[in-house]
């Protein structure tokens, strides 16, 4: 049996007699972050320096963010809608810019009681619906396994259900003509745009969770095709598209049977499509 060989020693040391992390270690951080091209490492640096217990877990972390590991998946959480969702690999980040969902469902839906997040991923929307409507059913589903263990930790504290499948395939019959907030985080990126996505994307996340099929709509069309007869009167499908594909997703939900509408958000590049079943 070869000899073991003791691991190496962290760069960012914190001695016995400062706490850690100490000033010398976040200056390193920043520094090797900055080196990586980090843009924003001093606030990279926080984060994953608030993460890490131990000087050789603090290395670990810089180390896989500098090999261009995203950054959530790094620290562990993503924050959205002022909550901290647990991610892990192989399940899509939660972006910002789908704050904009949660908005306008809670806008259209203030009193909603059965709530879908459908292509779920980490489960973020159906949380944070859930987080500010209060006591609700609520029910996820994605297709990606890590998805589904994923949703789970993420919306066990408001009593949620997460289901494994292929978008409605994958809910209970019993909910069909319940539902007040379908909400579908759904891909949308053109097939042949995929490799143009930034490599924190195209290389860690699920190719489920991005690519949409040849004009990024293949999935929003099925969803919206579907959700009619899942919806209540008066429930409402909320799905965010790109600002190109913005007129055929709005054909799609009117083909659907739901009467659309286009909401957009100039800073946050938000395009969301929403459909009312009247």
């Not at 995203?70 to 399940?91: K, S």
């Not at 991923?121 to 297709?143: N, R, T, Y």
């Not at 499908?237 to 939900?253: C, K, M, S």
Request: glycine letters at 10%; one cysteine or more; a negative charge.
């Amino acid at each position: 049996m070869p000899p073991m060989v003791p691991p190496s020693p962290s760069p960012f040391p914190s001695s016995s007699a400062s706490p850690f992390p100490s000033p010398s270690a976040r200056a390193a951080v920043v520094t090797t972050l900055r080196g990586a091209g980090c843009v924003f490492a001093e606030d990279e640096a926080e984060l994953i320096l608030g993460a890490a217990r131990t000087p050789d877990e603090l290395t670990a972390m810089v180390e896989r963010r500098v090999r261009g590991l995203p950054l959530e998946l790094v620290v562990g959480w993503a924050e959205f809608h002022g909550l901290r969702i647990a991610v892990e690999p192989g399940v899509f980040v939660p972006r910002r810019r789908t704050e904009f969902l949660v908005d306008q469902a809670l806008a259209r839906a203030p009193h909603a009681r059965v709530v879908v997040d459908l292509c779920c991923g980490s489960g973020a929307v159906g949380a944070a619906l859930a987080a500010a409507l209060g006591p609700v059913e609520l029910h996820a589903a994605d297709i990606e396994p890590a998805a589904v263990r994923c949703a789970r930790r993420n919306i066990a504290a408001h009593g949620g259900h997460v289901h494994a499948g292929d978008l409605f395939e994958a809910l209970p019959g019993r909910l069909r003509g319940r539902v007040d907030i379908l909400a579908a985080n759904v891909p949308y990126v053109p097939s042949g745009e995929v490799p143009l996505l930034p490599a924190e994307a195209r290389d860690h996340e699920p190719l489920t969770a991005l690519d949409g099929g040849a004009d990024g709509l293949g999935v929003l069309r099925r969803v919206a095709g579907g959700a009619a007869s899942w919806l209540a009167p008066g429930g409402c499908l909320l799905i965010e598209t790109g600002e190109r594909q913005a007129p055929d997703a709005v054909e799609a939900f009117r083909r659907g049977g739901l009467t659309p509408r286009l909401a957009v958000d100039e800073e946050l590049f938000a395009h969301v499509v929403i459909g009312t079943k009247e």
